[in-house]
């Protein structure tokens, strides 16, 4: 038929294989003060706070909010931790440590790329 076009053939290939693990522990110990920041229509209250602590030239910020029943309030004024709901709690570093632990420059640029 078209005996111009000359019979071609191609393959094409690709493979993958990738192992990894990841271990990670942390344990936060701390007394946070909060505010009542809101009052719910059913009595819960939205509360925030943050503690921040410089020490050998490391600083670390404690950011803490969730919503408390006021049921759960002890009577020394405090909440146990498992009894905020809808609880976020944010640890950031900033020193010497804070900045060791994360990658290089040129190793997110490398991982950005690839």
Known sequence: ML?????????????????GSINNTNKVTARITVKVIEVKPNGN???????????????QTITLSGLVRPSDIQADNTVYSSS??????NVAGNGPLASKQRQGILTQIWNWLF
């Open 84 to 89: 905020i709901a809808d609880a976020k709690l």
């Open 3 to 19: 005996s111009f076009i000359p019979e071609m053939s191609t393959s094409q290939g690709d493979n993958f294989s990738s192992k």
């Open 45 to 59: 209250l939205v509360i925030s706070g943050t503690q921040n602590i410089k020490q050998n030239g490391e600083s």
